[in-house]
Every structure is written in C-alpha cells, then in structure tokens.
C-alpha cells in the first residue's frame, strides 16, 4: 500500500510540475500537442506550411540538410523548430516560432547585437567582431506554469568558438543573460 501511495504522490507531483500535454502521437501521426493551445498560433501556422504530414519530415530534413548545411545549428529558427516540432516536449524547453506580440527576429538581432557590441567592448579587436556572426533561436522555455518565449543568441565566428551569448524576453524585450566571453573552441 505504501508503495502505491508513493507512485501515486509521483505522478501527482510530476503532473503538477509538468505541463499537462501528452507526447504520445494521435491517430494522425502527429504528436498529442499538435495544435493546442500550449503554443502561439504563429508556431502551428509555420509548421503546418513546412510540414504536410509526420511522414513527410525526415525526408524534409534530408532537403534542408542540403540547403542549410549538416549542422542544424545554422540553420533558419524556422526550420530549427520544424525539425524538433513531432519530438517529445519534454517540459522544459522546445524550438519555437515568435508569436504576434513577441519581439520579431529582425529587432531581436539588432537588440542581441548591440548588447553584445557594448559587453565586448575593450575585449575583442574590430577585425574579430567583423568575422562573427549571431546565431539565433525562438524557444519556448517552461517556467514551472507555462512557456517563457524567448530569443538565444550565440557570437561565433566559424562555429567553432563562443565570444558571447545572450537570451532576451521575447515579451518584455527584456535581457535575461548576456555575456562576452573568451571563446570556448
């Protein structure tokens, strides 16, 4: 009896703590959170244009891949969200697509940029800054209740080392972190 009781607490306790949405597939092949209300309406939109059915994915994987590079790191956010849309949602955190009110990638970049600019100044010569690049994705982060949107950047020149990073609230255009540091390649 005991240890039922405890199972029972478990799975209480985790049910409480994790969002309610299953990760099992439907009868449609996609996940049991397709099309909830746990993501923006701007993410189903963009994944229902770049996926027309579960089967279709790896096949369209293999076609960014050609597109976009091997390394889905570079790719487009979209894409990047694409790519991860028919995994599990494991409750923390998952590849996403700005909603309407949240800050757009154009002013999330050149937020993420001057900020990085300013934390790196005195730290990295100009002829580095000019070969880097930011590297961007939307998530939606689990806060315990719901979703956090939010915009991560890294600045690399080759892929190969970090300079800086940041994260910016895609709601209150808000950072959360940034950083310049030395690269870690």
Not at 47 to 66: H, N, R
Not at 103 to 108: E, L, P, R
Not at 145 to 157: A, S
Not at 161 to 184: L, Q, S, W
Request: hydrophobic letters at 40%; charged letters at 25%.
């Amino acid at each position: 009896m005991k240890k039922h009781f405890r199972i029972l607490a478990l799975l209480l306790l985790t049910t409480m703590l994790m969002p309610t949405v299953l990760a099992c597939a439907t009868t449609t092949g996609y996940p049991a959170h397709w099309h909830t209300d746990v993501f923006p309406q701007t993410y189903w939109d963009v994944m229902d244009e770049l996926i027309p059915s579960p089967d279709a994915l790896p096949d369209l994987i293999e076609t960014w891949k050609e597109e976009f590079g091997e390394d889905i790191y570079f790719w487009p956010y979209e894409y990047k969200a694409a790519a991860y849309a028919l995994e599990e949602i494991d409750g923390t955190s998952i590849c996403g697509i700005p909603a309407e009110d949240d800050m757009q990638k154009d002013k999330a970049v050149e937020l993420a940029w001057s900020q990085f600019r300013t934390d790196a100044k005195g730290i990295y010569e100009a002829s580095l800054m000019d070969e880097m690049i930011a590297l961007y994705t939307f998530r939606y982060q689990y806060n315990g209740k719901d979703y956090d949107h939010i915009w991560t950047f890294e600045f690399v020149t080759d892929g190969e080392k970090t300079y800086g990073d940041c994260k910016i609230d895609a709601k209150t255009g808000e950072f959360i972190t940034h950083a310049a540091e030395i690269g870690n390649g």
